[in-house]
């Protein structure tokens, strides 16, 4: 098994024909300009050690030394054994609140970007976990299945917004529903969901949902983004506030964080609530919690060592450039003797 590092060097290996055309070139030029000067007779008398083949050999060291020195930058591998890794961890289903509430700026920048961060740092402490992602307001959808791939898992988390889902407000128990749906593995001993919302809930009986959820073996962990003092729904143009929400007497709209609602499923779920106002505290408490549970093997791979070859073909290289300094284009006295071109 081999691999090539920077194959975009190989095109770099195009200029050993552009040189052997050059070489030629320089070859008709001086053949000519030796013809002008005196005929073939007297330019043998002139010049007995001139040699066609020490002129022929520099050529071919040099594209030789030129090829040796673009493989190196190339950097070919060798896989050497193959080795077995395997992964222990949990599934980790994170569920994002993405309703309008969830724009209010009552925590910096909003309660929707606040999210985001505290995921994004949680999956940046993960080791060997799984993790899946499900965007949620009047209903739930799946935004990201279980997977290892944690740079897609945070490609998909930025991509969210409130105007992904075209069903508006907040229902816990159909985002705990379909998280239900993620865990397919029955061997699974532990499965975690961590719902991230304001707490605002308009509909459900989530207290029974979480029950059934706790019997299939998930725990919830909920972390409360915003403040219980609450703040207006801003609604924005081009990043400019033009009003705020406003209800149906015409008044303006004040969205709270709401934590008995989130403390009320943790409890009923095995899990604790997170007051998701400091992101270094949530981060490590969230670590903490996952670290203390026990790891399932969930996947083992095969991959091959390789190991770094340039070196070879450098010193290949810088070789044929030493010899090159000691091949002068004047005959040897045994190539002489040899008379490889029948020369009189």
Known sequence: MYLLEEKIYFWLLLSIPVLIVLFLGVLVWKKTVQKKFADAALLKKLSP??????????????????????????????GTKLETVKREGVDVVFAMDVSKSMLAEDIAPNRLEKSKQLVTQIINNLASDRIGIIAYAASAFPQLPITTDYASGKMFLQSMNTDMLSSQGTAIYEAIELAKTYYNDDEQTNRVLFIISDGEDHGGNITSIAEEAAKEGIKIFTIGVGSEKGAPIPIKRNGIVQSYKKNSQGGTVITKLVPTTLQDIANKANGTYIDGRNTNEVVEEVTTILQGMDKKEFEAKQFAD???????????????????????????????????????
């Open 306 to 344: 390789f190991k770094d070859q340039f070196q070879w073909f450098l010193m290949a290289g810088l070789l044929l450039l030493f010899l090159d300094t000691f091949l002068l284009e004047r005959k040897t006295s045994w190539v002489k003797k040899l008379n490889l071109f029948n020369e009189q």
């Open 49 to 78: 050690d001139q040699s066609i083949f020490k002129s022929i050999l520099k050529i071919v060291v040099i594209s030789l030394a030129l090829a040796c020195m673009v493989i190196a930058l190339v950097n070919p591998k060798i």
